[in-house]
């Protein structure tokens, strides 16, 4: 017979998996795969996976299983009643041995469904400090629940919740990522970024084009290395880049194979989140026609 340590390790394997394969922060979805997971783990005969409705103050019983969980979905619940309510309200987990000698306890639903509670365990899950919703696991086949299995399923439900808002981040990321490609795939004008090493980021298709580069730029290697025919313009960067300070409508001569041509241009700082200075950009339109 498995130990509750080897109960609790081959579970928390089985989440880890979960998040790992999850593609997309479809919250009902890994919750309502969590609570089956932790209902299988510690041998509850019930659960319910709530979504909290912060403008109703209810709680939304969005997955269930066990007996009679079909007549649970749907049907919202007041958080100013029943157990879940309470842990809705006070933000905090419960553990009750005796339902039907618990105050908090809403018999009628019990009348409802046919179905007898005995043991609850429930717990809160949050997004950073905002309350998302709750689970609920009824009726521990092997006795009740005890502070190891409350401690057992806070901590999957902490880690779960830090898995959402990395995918979640990560799709934002995706899309802002795959918007600004194709602005900067699209621009008329010329841009080039640098890293905070000099490293070539970012060279789009109209940048090619006025610099005569390669169709394809490697990423990372030194900006000097890329500019080695237009060594000026490297310059321009790795200034803007060690002294902080952008340039605005300047202009470059640059001859190249017996062609010389005027370069209008400006420079910009790429900061985080935080204000660092990450890189350097340009921003250059051939203005060789303009001039003559």
């Not at 842990?87 to 618990?102: G, H, I, K, T």
């Not at 998302?132 to 009740?144: A, D, E, Y």
């Not at 090493?197 to 006025?210: E, S, Y």
């Amino acid at each position: 017979m498995k130990s509750h340590a080897d109960v609790y390790l081959a579970s928390l394997y089985d989440v880890i998996e979960l998040h790992a394969q999850a593609k997309e922060p479809d919250e009902d979805k890994v919750w309502s795969r969590v609570t089956d997971k932790l209902s299988a783990a510690l041998g509850a005969e019930a659960a319910t996976y709530y979504v909290y409705l912060a403008s109703k103050r209810q709680l939304l019983p969005t997955y269930a299983m066990g007996p009679r969980a079909a007549d649970l979905k749907g049907t919202p619940v007041d958080i100013r009643t029943g157990l879940c309510g309470w842990v809705a309200s006070y933000r905090e987990p419960l553990l009750v041995d005796d339902a039907y000698q618990d105050e908090r306890f809403l018999q009628e639903v019990d009348k409802v469904t046919g179905f007898h509670t005995k043991t609850v365990l429930a717990i809160p899950l949050f997004d950073r400090l905002e309350l998302t919703g709750v689970i609920q696991l009824i009726n521990k086949r092997s006795g009740v629940f005890t502070r190891d299995d409350l401690r057992f399923v806070s901590s999957v439900s902490t880690l779960t919740a830090v898995a959402l808002r990395a995918l979640a981040l990560e799709t934002t990321v995706d899309k802002v990522t795959a918007r600004n490609a194709s602005i900067l795939e699209n621009l008329g004008g010329g841009f080039m970024a640098i890293d905070a090493h000099g490293r070539v980021m970012l060279c789009n298709p109209a940048a090619k084009r006025i610099l005569s580069l390669a169709v394809e730029v490697p990423h990372n290697i030194p900006v000097d290395q890329a500019l080695a025919h237009i060594p000026r313009l490297s310059d321009i960067l790795l200034d803007t880049l060690s002294t902080h300070k952008i340039a605005k409508r300047q202009e470059l001569t640059w001859t190249h194979q017996g062609e010389t041509k005027i370069i209008g241009y400006g420079t910009l700082l790429i900061q985080d989140t935080q204000g660092s200075v990450t890189g350097a950009g340009i921003t250059f339109q051939d203005i060789t026609h303009v001039k003559k």
